[in-house]
């Protein structure tokens, strides 16, 4: 998609994949994974969740946006005054221990973002057409060492049912996608209201799931 496809979801307030509460899967998958050395959290594609809460009562949290309103309206939804300075060519909002970077993800440079722990994918990948999934996942890879785990939650439904955004993506494409790594799905159930966040999809089948994904050792 065109950064002028966001750019006016976001003027119109047309989120109907925002969330209005955090995601259920971090109670239950990520938080008994989560240790004393978990430090940081990328979160690329990160509109205005408020998962990025969430993490940010247990990790710094840098998140990577298009949108100016979105990394606003993090912020003041919250009634929390942040900062705003340009660095790297990005407009970086920041507040404590959440930073978020608004510009292209795909002009972020990996040495702006270091030492990350996790990777929180929630509608990220989805929100890119097939043409740019592979060119997000290398770019994503950059991001990534040995240490870090990408916890990934995408959707499955049948794709000429529903026009994207969002775009339907199989475990098997995801397997393919991400190739140089270890990929475990981990949580799968099939939404039978059809409900995506704010949204009710008008397809016969919504399946909804959690990938725990690492860089294979060498
Ligand atoms: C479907 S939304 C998901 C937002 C968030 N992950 C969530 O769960 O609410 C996709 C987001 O990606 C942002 N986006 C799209 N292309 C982008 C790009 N090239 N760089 C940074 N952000 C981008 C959009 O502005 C939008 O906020």
Known sequence: ???SFWNRCW???????????VHPFL?????????????????PLCGKSLDMVWFAQRMKVSGAELSEIACRDFFQ???LTYQQEQRD?????????????????FKLLPATIEN???VYDRAAIIALPESMQQQYVEHLSTFISDKTSLFLISIEFPQEELEG???????????KLFADFDVNCIAEHELADKKFAQRTFN??????RLYLIKKKQQ
């Open 1 to 3: 998609m065109k950064p």
């Open 11 to 21: 003027e119109r307030n047309s989120l109907g994949f925002h969330q209005e509460t």
């Open 27 to 43: 109670e239950q998958f990520l938080l008994p994974r989560l240790t004393a050395t978990t430090q940081h959290v990328f979160v």
């Open 77 to 79: 939804d919250k009634e």
């Open 89 to 105: 060519g990005f407009n970086v909002f920041s507040y404590q221990n959440i930073q978020l970077w608004q510009g292209d993800f």
């Open 116 to 118: 990350i722990d996790w």
């Open 165 to 175: 955004p969002p775009f339907s993506i199989s475990s098997l494409k995801i397997t």
């Open 203 to 208: 397809v016969s089948r919504l399946v909804e």
